[in-house]
């Protein structure tokens, strides 16, 4: 089985300084990692993907995450964030090559960008 | 395309009533999911679909729960009857393939049970 956490229920920070958002995840098979991002009273949209390849990953609106291995994780980061970047974000994994569709998401971060 | 579409997008109803919530999917799209995200658990997958036949329903917590998909065009997902606990955002999301990075999302229900 699989799990995601997301260390991080709320980041606040100012608008143009950097930002991570942490996540961790559990599991005894190699997985896909994910994150998305969810606007208020919207779905989530896709952010940007790990499936293998480089582990550092670039997505959309400047954002990029980087897949550790060893430390299990898949940070995500923005080196300068901007209002519209509010909104809550979610990391998540599938299991490689698995028969499932499933993706497991983590509970989300809300980043709250301030002017 | 329009997306994936969803109705209602609120719905506020009395414990006990019976419940529908319904999604249309992207045009062509052969995989269906329903999701639920609370504050307490997340996004949890409930039950999804290929070419309109339920494959994995592990996730739907009980059996108040039910979901159907009578086209590829249709899906609904009912709760009868329903408590105060399954107020939550409900989402339909459709793939093309069983990608799970291709899946888009709805723009969700969100239902409050008084």
């Known amino acids: 089985a699989q799990s995601v956490t997301q260390l991080d229920s709320q980041v606040p920070v100012f608008e143009e300084a950097p930002v991570e958002l942490r996540c961790n995840y559990s599991s005894s098979v190699s997985v896909y990692l994910f994150w998305y991002v969810q606007y208020p009273n919207q779905g989530l949209q896709l952010l940007l993907k790990y499936l293998s390849g480089s582990t550092l990953v670039k997505g959309i609106n400047g954002f990029e995450a980087e897949f550790n291995k060893s430390q299990t994780s898949f940070h995500l980061s923005k080196p300068s964030v901007h209002i519209s970047d509010t909104a809550e974000y979610f990391c998540a994994v599938t299991p490689y090559g698995g028969a499932t569709n499933k993706l497991i998401f983590g509970t989300g971060t809300l980043l709250a960008v301030q002017p | 395309d329009a997306g994936v579409i969803q109705s209602p997008r609120h719905e506020v109803t009395e414990m006990g009533q019976e419940v529908t919530l319904r999604c249309k999917p992207i045009s062509g799209h052969d995989y269906l999911f329903w999701y639920r995200q609370t504050m307490m658990r997340g996004l949890e997958l409930l039950i999804y679909f290929n070419n309109n036949v339920p494959i994995d329903d592990s996730g739907m917590p009980e059996d108040r729960f039910s979901a159907k998909m009578p086209n590829a065009s249709f899906s609904t997902l009912k709760i009868q009857p329903s408590e105060p606990r399954d107020s939550a955002v409900y989402f339909c999301?459709?793939?093309?393939?069983?990608?799970?990075?291709?899946?888009?999302f709805g723009p969700g229900t969100r239902l409050l049970v008084l």
């Open positions: 999301a459709s793939s093309l393939g069983p990608r799970v990075e291709t899946q888009y």
